[in-house]
């Protein structure tokens, strides 16, 4: 029994490594700028839901009201930061898309 698992572990680590030797989808995909820059734009969205929600927990736990989210003003930053999410989240399906297309051209 043991002799049969030693085979299979050590013919599937060949075969790994032809595979791997012909240029296989095991070989590593090199990170391209825009995809660096895509990675960047989606921690960006994701740290703006993350201050959006700890400013807005900030003013619900000093009294404020959840009906002053909805007043639209730009002095306060809540809305600058909620203009900012939206912004972000209009424009990440587009670079994304652009991205994919550089990928797939290249």
């Known amino acids: 029994m043991r002799r049969s ?7 599937s680590s060949h ?9 296989g989808p095991l070989r590593p995909h090199p990170m391209t700028v825009p995809l660096w820059c895509l990675v960047a734009f989606v921690i960006w969205t994701v740290a703006l839901v ?7 927990l900030r003013h ?5 009201s959840v ?6 003003d730009d002095r306060r930053l809540i809305w600058r ?3 900012a999410h939206l912004n972000s989240l209009e424009n990440l399906p587009l670079f994304a898309t ?3 297309w550089r ?3 290249a």
């Open 5 to 11: 698992i030693r085979h299979l572990r050590a013919l």
């Open 15 to 23: 075969r790994a490594a032809e595979y791997r030797a012909s240029g």
């Open 50 to 56: 993350i201050a959006l929600s700890v400013v807005r």
């Open 60 to 64: 619900l736990a000093a009294g404020g």
């Open 67 to 72: 009906r002053d989210f909805g007043i639209p």
């Open 81 to 83: 930061l909620y203009s």
């Open 98 to 100: 652009s991205c994919w």
């Open 103 to 105: 990928r797939c051209a």
